[in-house]
Nanobody, 123 residues
């Protein structure tokens, strides 16, 4: 069983920056490899939407309205995925969720969701 723990959300003024992190961990001691990681967000009254994704060692994809402002990356040890968010706008306000396709030596490949972290941008 893999847990995804998100952190880094909070309240920021428009034009500011936040850095979200998603840490994958397992209590079974099995080897963990992230095949693909995606950040989604869901604003009140709206559907969950894709923000950014990263596959394997590098190919990245972004929603049009965050291109040039957000950057998705993986840390060297590859179990943490970050979302650097710059030039934040009020319309970026949402709960941000991490979703990962994870392979473990114990369970093979499965898809997991984090619990979500609130990002609020004040105008």
């Amino acid at each position: 069983q893999v847990q995804l723990v998100e952190s880094g959300g909070g309240l920021v003024q428009a034009g500011g920056s936040l850095r979200l992190s998603c840490q994958a961990s397992t209590t079974t001691g099995s080897i963990v490899r992230i095949n693909q990681a995606t950040w989604y967000r869901q604003a009140p009254g709206s559907q969950r939407e894709l923000v950014a994704s990263i596959t394997g060692g590098g190919p990245k994809d972004y929603a049009n309205d965050v291109k040039g402002r957000f950057t998705i990356s993986r840390e060297n040890h590859a179990t943490t995925v970050n979302l650097q968010m710059n030039s934040l706008k009020s319309e970026d306000t949402a709960v941000y969720y991490c979703n990962e396709e994870v392979w473990t030596s114990m369970s093979g490949t499965r898809n997991y969701w984090g619990q979500g972290t609130q990002v609020t941008v004040s105008s």
